[in-house]
């Protein structure tokens, strides 16, 4: 029956409900009498008219108040007020007219008795037909899990809420650190201690926890993620309390667990006068800009905001979807900014000669780089093209241009590197240093950024392990003792604006990372947070392996920050400063003309010759652990 109910034409399902109402207003109109009266009705006289009058106003204030055009088996608290509101007015004005008509025999009193009734008859079927109705979803569609919402507050209590229309998890309880809120019931789901999950999840067969804690700090996220890793379940999340603000939140913004919750932490605030000193009102360009640190960059410039925003890359399409983001950022934001999307290889310094001629950019973030090891380590070549004569093309143009900043966005792995990658970042770096020593240049003020690993970027570990996960395993690490420092890409992006607002000329720039995370232990939280356990010798019957290659070319067991052990402290807390030893730059200049014709012929050797002249530590044995 339910089949042929969902089965009629929505013409049909109004004429069908419109029909119970009238019924209902009828019924109501005669348990008021009977109550009233306090004897069985037999209606007589001007009584029918109060009968007629119940459905000729009721039907049409319904229809005012759009109660007609709701689904039922989607009601919830909103449409119940709404009822109750459209019952109001229907109430008002039926004891408007029995005060003015006085008909003999209908009490007056008949004007409060009625409508009471008749909210309590509407608003019950309106809840039975959602019962009703929505019990046909259950059984088509089974239950994908058995779950426990983290975080008894407003957006837990909003997320169960929404669970009763979707089938996807039976919702078993709450839990909360909170001691005023554990034993006690939300909506008929108690609230437990977390001390009380294993014990649920073993008795309750308990597939999944939800964190519903979208203001929480990192610190508080870490510590409660940290308390479940034993625990045998998939951990979710709900997205950011900013996410949540604009709209009820549904089964479909569960997320993985972001790894961020284990690695990262909370930002320290920016300062908005150093976020917006080299930005505000200026016109900005950002090469790389359809990448993951350039995108970011893009997105945090935007809201400072500058005159003119330059997008520079060589991906089309991530020129293209960053740009259709940052349009979309501009009307949410109500933002004037001009973006100007533009296609080119910093690899071409006539390109970019014509673009910083043409704009006249203030600043500049240079975050165009090949930065994958392996992928560069197989060719250098292309490498030094783009990594080193790409950052000096663009420093130059942007001088020649007269631009007042440009900050290059740099890596840990130039440090003592062992990879061409980390070398070829090292000589940019070597390349602006030189160059800020000069006097010629004018008044272009030249900065270097470094830092290590962005969570989730192109080149991050973690979305690796996510697919892998996805397709049942292996996990790969490359050697047990890896180890790498992580930082989410917002902070990095904000710290970079940040620390190259503080340039003066020629300063290497070297982000707190916090402390460095080994990728073995990375592996194994994400297979456990997922719900799943490692498969290994002492566990042979586990559900994911772990894999171990062995290193990559070029690849280092450990990275590091500093080549000296001299950092300089500056106003920011995670923002240091390095002393790194340069060449003069007419001795540069000659080591730059011969790598150069290397690079042009490919001659990996000679490439390979000069990066262990110029840069400390390349062409040195890879470290190994102990």
């Known amino acids: 029956m339910q089949n042929a109910i969902l089965g009629w034409s929505r013409s049909v399902k109004r004429l069908v409900v419109v029909a119970l109402d009238v019924l209902m207003a009828l019924a109501a109109t005669w348990i008021a009498f009977t109550l009233r009266l306090d004897e069985l009705h037999q209606p007589t006289e001007a009584q029918w008219w109060v009968y007629a009058l119940a459905p000729v106003l009721s039907v049409p204030v319904f229809v005012k108040f759009g109660l007609y055009r709701a689904i039922f088996r989607y009601t919830g608290q909103a449409a119940l007020i709404t009822t109750a509101k459209a019952i109001t007015v229907y109430g008002g004005l039926l004891l408007a007219v029995l005060l003015w008509q006085r008909w003999p025999n209908v009490p007056r009193s008949l004007g409060v008795l009625q409508p009471l009734i008749f909210l309590l008859l509407v608003g019950a079927s309106r809840a039975m037909a959602r019962f009703w109705l929505a019990g046909l979803d259950q059984s088509r569609h089974k239950a994908e899990g058995r779950l426990l919402i983290f975080g008894a507050g407003t957006a837990g209590v909003q997320t169960a809420s929404a669970l009763g229309f979707s089938n996807q998890f039976v919702l078993l309880g709450f839990v909360d650190d909170d001691v005023t809120k554990v034993g006690r019931s939300i909506n008929g789901m108690p609230v437990l201690a977390p001390a009380e999950v294993p014990d649920a999840v073993a008795r309750l067969g308990v597939t999944d926890i939800l964190l519903a804690l979208p203001s929480a700090s990192r610190e508080r996220r870490n510590k409660i993620i940290e308390s479940l890793r034993s625990v045998p379940v998939h951990i979710r999340t709900l997205p950011a309390l900013s996410d949540l603000a604009s709209g009820r939140v549904t089964v479909q913004d569960f997320k993985e667990l972001d790894i961020e919750d284990l690695l990262g932490r909370d930002p320290v605030p920016p300062d908005t006068a150093l976020l917006a000193r080299n930005l505000a009102d200026k016109v900005v360009l950002v090469t790389g800009a359809g990448g993951s640190i350039g995108s970011e960059l893009c997105r945090?410039?935007?809201?400072?905001?500058?005159?003119?925003?330059?997008?520079?890359?060589?991906?089309?399409?991530?020129?293209?979807?960053?740009?259709?983001?940052?349009?979309?950022?501009?009307?949410?934001?109500?933002?004037?900014?001009?973006?100007?999307?533009?296609?080119?290889?910093?690899?071409?310094?006539?390109?970019?000669?014509?673009?910083?001629?043409?704009?006249?950019?203030?600043?500049?973030?240079?975050?165009?780089?090949?930065?994958?090891?392996?992928?560069?380590?197989?060719?250098?070549?292309?490498?030094?093209?783009?990594?080193?004569?790409?950052?000096?093309?663009?420093?130059?143009?942007?001088?020649?241009?007269?631009?007042?900043?440009?900050?290059?966005?740099?890596?840990?792995?130039?440090?003592?590197?062992?990879?061409?990658?980390?070398?070829?970042?090292?000589?940019?770096?070597?390349?602006?240093?030189?160059?800020?020593?000069?006097?010629?240049?004018?008044?272009?003020?030249?900065?270097?950024?470094?830092?290590?690993?962005?969570?989730?970027?192109?080149?991050?570990?973690?979305?690796?392990?996510?697919?892998?996960?996805?397709?049942?395993?292996?996990?790969?690490?490359?050697?047990?003792?890896?180890?790498?420092?992580?930082?989410?890409?917002?902070?990095?992006?904000?710290?970079?604006?940040?620390a190259g607002a503080m340039a003066t000329g020629g300063e290497v720039f070297v982000l707190d990372m916090g402390e460095p995370v080994k990728i073995m232990d990375l592996a194994r939280r994400m297979v456990e947070l997922s719900g799943l356990s490692v498969r290994d010798e002492a566990h042979p019957a586990g559900d994911i392996e772990i894999a171990i290659t062995g290193l990559r070319p070029g690849e280092k067991l450990y990275e590091e920050l500093l080549i000296g052990d001299n950092p300089t402290p500056t106003p920011h807390p995670r923002i240091m400063k390095a002393h790194e030893d340069f060449l003069p730059w007419p001795v540069l200049d000659q080591h730059l003309q011969t790598l150069r014709q290397a690079a042009e012929h490919s001659d990996v050797a000679a490439i390979k010759a000069v990066l262990q002249t110029c840069v400390h530590g390349y062409g040195e044995p890879v470290p190994q652990a102990a």
């Open 300 to 498: 945090q410039i935007l809201l400072q905001p500058p005159r003119q925003l330059l997008l520079l890359d060589h991906n089309e399409f991530g020129l293209y979807t960053i740009h259709q983001e940052l349009q979309g950022l501009c009307q949410i934001q109500g933002l004037e900014v001009e973006l100007v999307p533009m296609l080119g290889s910093v690899a071409n310094l006539r390109r970019l000669r014509e673009i910083c001629e043409t704009y006249r950019p203030a600043t500049v973030f240079h975050a165009a780089a090949y930065k994958h090891v392996p992928m560069v380590e197989s060719n250098p070549a292309e490498g030094i093209l783009n990594n080193v004569f790409g950052t000096l093309n663009m420093a130059q143009a942007a001088i020649d241009s007269g631009a007042d900043r440009f900050v290059l966005v740099s890596t840990d792995k130039a440090v003592r590197p062992t990879n061409v990658m980390g070398a070829s970042k090292r000589m940019a770096e070597l390349v602006l240093q030189a160059l800020a020593a000069q006097t010629s240049h004018g008044t272009t003020c030249l900065g270097m950024v470094r830092f290590g690993n962005v969570l989730g970027s192109s080149g991050s570990v973690v979305p690796l392990f996510r697919g892998q996960l996805a397709r049942g395993g292996p996990l790969t690490v490359t050697h047990p003792e890896v180890t790498r420092y992580f930082m989410t890409i917002p902070e990095a992006a904000q710290l970079v604006l940040q």
